[in-house]
């Protein structure tokens, strides 16, 4: 018995999510490896199979569901900590450019580790706060896709992710329920960056687990000052 596999299966048909049997297999190596990871440094606080299943799996494949993520996108996931949702798109979408961003050097260590191991084709792991990397001209303005599953404010997440996207791209932000308020405080940065808010679709992981994703297109080129250095964005958002 996989208590993580059933209710992996139970949870996707649920919410009308696909999986085929590779699919299911590689979202299970790829918890293995990670809890494993995690005894000796400290990677994720959601251990228990069924948590991990609803909370990091079927909550990174509402990005698949919902997003609309085009074939053979650039995606770039900001502060990917052990690889969630990026790696776990990755894994249902291998058609999809990944860059994953991370600042701490032992998650990176992981990420780094995880891809080779699993031969995935097509991804780039980067130890660097998005800080420094959105102004780098590699990455700066050029992926269709930016996402970010944080606890930072939503004025605070735009800037760190909003100088990513090309224009006509999206910024995804990954909230917990009734965003309203972070919406109407984001609303100057969003403009001030180039976005604009196009949707915000509300979902239940379970009865408890309200969850949201936020839609910001990119409308316009972000004012090259932007973002700001380091830290800045968080303690003094726009």
């Not at 993580?4 to 009308?16: G, N, T």
């Not at 190596?29 to 990091?56: G, S």
């Not at 949702?85 to 600042?103: A, W």
């Amino acid at each position: 018995m996989n208590a993580f596999v059933d209710c992996l299966k139970e949870q996707a048909e649920k919410h009308r999510i696909l999986l085929t049997a590779d699919n299911i297999r590689q979202f299970d190596y790829f918890k293995t490896q990670l809890l494993q990871w995690n005894k000796k440094t400290n990677l994720t606080n959601i251990t228990e199979p069924e948590d991990f299943a609803i909370r990091h799996v079927i909550d990174s494949l509402m990005l698949c569901k919902l997003g609309d993520i085009k074939k053979g996108a650039r995606l770039i996931d900001v502060g990917t900590g052990p690889g969630i949702p990026g790696l776990i798109v990755k894994l249902y979408r291998p058609d999809v450019k990944l860059t994953l961003l991370e600042s701490v050097g032992k998650k990176t260590m992981f990420l780094k580790w995880i891809v080779d191991d699993m031969n995935l084709p097509d991804v780039e792991v980067i130890n660097e706060r998005a800080e420094a990397v959105a102004h780098n001209s590699r990455y700066r303005e050029s992926f269709d896709v930016a996402t970010a599953r944080a606890v930072s404010a939503l004025n605070t997440l735009s800037e760190l992710c909003l100088p990513f996207v090309k224009v006509g791209g999206t910024f995804i932000a990954m909230k917990g329920k009734s965003p309203e308020a972070e919406l109407h405080m984001a609303k100057k940065a969003i403009e001030v960056l180039g976005g604009t808010v196009k949707d915000c679709r509300a979902y239940l992981l379970q009865e408890d687990l309200p969850r949201s994703l936020i839609f910001i297109s990119k409308v316009s080129e972000c004012p090259e000052k932007y973002p700001r250095r380091p830290g800045i964005p968080e303690k003094r958002p726009l």
